[in-house]
């Protein structure tokens, strides 16, 4: 999306995290999709980890 | 170990899970039929806990058993009689047995035997006393220990014999298949077990007209299961709990066999993890109060309840009982919106458990610990709240979602085990 657009057609939101922004979006009318996403419990490194057992491809 | 190990243990525990068949078979006195039960000993929900760390409702409730025992005549003596170290105290879950709530399980309480039939393996519950005042729940006046002795004299022999009849004519109480009714009737087996219990009830009275139709109490005992809507509750955790039990140890497993609260700790057991807890402060749970209560009065989660959790019912299965949202505090998209997120914790969907309105999709079943940690998901239970301090009783219901870091202690020690 050009700058030109953004600005003559809207934003198309897709958020990420805590509800609030997504909320005031939709209270304000601006068509948003709210992924539900947290960040893994464990550190990063133990992730790795389970996911390296479990045989998943690791960049 | 590799995707293709933890994959296969994963369904090789899913699968065993599934084929277990659960019944009732018989009832006992604690004493006569629990493993290793010794005597002076109290069995409680959740992981190990002392005295010194007991919260009021397992306090009231220990306080209430002592009473009922007999091995004190008053609450006051009853409490000295603990705090000076005169009782034994265990997990409900080391000894083949679960408890709703407190889960509090002393010698002379009649408790449901439950079989599963492959294995032979057995598992144990109390009988459920309804609600109110009543032991699980922490009370311990005069009304409950009276309740408590009628149970063992009048209720227990009645339907010991009726359950004995039962058997004779048709074998074990087929109680997977009685699950599976409830949740196409409105049940999710832990808040709400009026279904379950009416299909009890169904089962059981020929067989108890059968055995005791000279008995001038068994209307007593029938008005008694048909008063209380939670009758189900006690046999359908000892049901999941032998279900889980015949998984076993299963090497490279992430799938979890055991949840359980004891009102300070929150724990849970790992197929491939042996018979370890990893345990965390237990959740202060955020429910709907009943009138007269404040935030304040919540005791920390308790109960071995999460055990239905475990066995793909319950708050897993929320979705398939709209009559109770409300009572927790919810809409029946909640429920809806509950269920579909258990999906991507779980190892698999439940081929016995169906749920109508999800166009009879199976119940979210076997949670899968690495999917936990890695998804930042945790369980969530839909349970009763107690009050924080002894004798007081109930004071709510509601969702509640397990605390993360048990989940992050046992991936830690997953690693550990399975990087050698």
Known sequence: MSFKELLEDGPRVVNIGMDRFYLDLLDQEVPAVKVNWKPPLVKSSLMEKLKRLRGDDIE | ?420
């Not at chain 2, 009689?81 to 409900?92: H, I, K, Q, R």
């Not at chain 2, 609600?131 to 022999?157: C, N, Q, T």
């Not at chain 2, 924080?388 to 020690?413: L, W, Y």
């Open chain 2, 1 to 420: 170990m590799t995707l293709n190990n933890i994959e296969k243990a994963n369904s090789v525990a899913f699968d065993k899970l599934l084929r277990a068949e659960p019944q009732i078979v018989d009832l006992g006195l604690a004493k006569d039929v629990i493993p290793g039960f010794g005597e002076k000993m109290i069995l409680h929900a959740g992981p190990p806990l002392t005295w010194e760390r007991m919260s009021g409702p397992i306090i009231g409730a220990v306080t209430g058993a002592i009473l009922y025992e007999g091995w004190a005549d008053t609450p006051e003596k009853a409490r000295a009689f603990a705090a000076e170290g005169n009782v034994s105290f265990d997990p409900c879950h080391h000894h083949n047995a679960v408890g709703p709530m407190a889960g509090i399980v002393s010698p002379n309480l009649p408790v449901w035997i439950i079989e599963e039939k492959n294995s032979g393996k057995k598992s144990y519950a109390t009988l459920n006393e309804g609600l109110g005042k009543v032991l699980r729940m922490g009370a311990f006046s005069d009304e409950v220990i009276e309740r408590l002795h009628w149970m063992r004299e009048v209720l227990y022999p009645v339907l010991k014999n009726g359950i004995r009849r039962y058997v004779a004519d048709n074998g074990g109480l087929n109680l997977k298949s009685l699950i599976s009714q409830s949740l196409h009737m409105g049940d999710e087996l832990h808040n709400r077990n009026r279904a379950a219990t009416s299909l009890l009830i169904r089962s059981l009275v020929p067989s108890l007209i059968d055995a005791e139709s000279d008995n001038p109490d068994l209307s007593k005992v029938v008005r008694f299961m048909a008063g209380n809507d939670h009758f189900f509750l006690n046999p359908g955790m000892a049901a999941a709990k032998v279900s889980l039990d015949s998984v076993g140890y299963v090497e490279g497993s992430s799938m979890l066999t055991v949840m359980a609260r004891n009102g300070t700790d929150f724990g849970i057991q790992v197929a491939g993890l042996k018979n370890r807890w990893f345990t965390c402060q237990a959740a202060l749970p955020d429910v709907l109060l009943f009138p007269g209560f404040t935030k304040e009065d919540v005791n920390r989660d308790i109960g071995d309840s999460a055990i239905m959790e475990t066995y793909g019912v319950g708050g897993f299965a929320l979705a398939a009982a709209p009559a109770i949202v409300q009572f927790v505090g919810g809409t029946p998209q909640d429920a809806l919106n509950y269920t579909k997120e258990m999906y991507e914790i779980c190892v698999g969907e439940n081929k016995h458990f169906t749920i109508p309105s999800l166009n009879f999709r199976g119940t979210p079943t076997g949670i899968d610990l690495i999917k936990v940690v890695e998804t930042g998901i945790t369980p969530i239970l839909d349970t009763g709240a107690a009050h924080r301090e002894a004798g007081k009783g109930q004071v709510g219901a509601g969702i509640v979602r397990m605390p993360s870091e048990a989940f992050v202690k046992a991936a830690e020690a997953f690693v550990e085990e399975y990087s050698k």
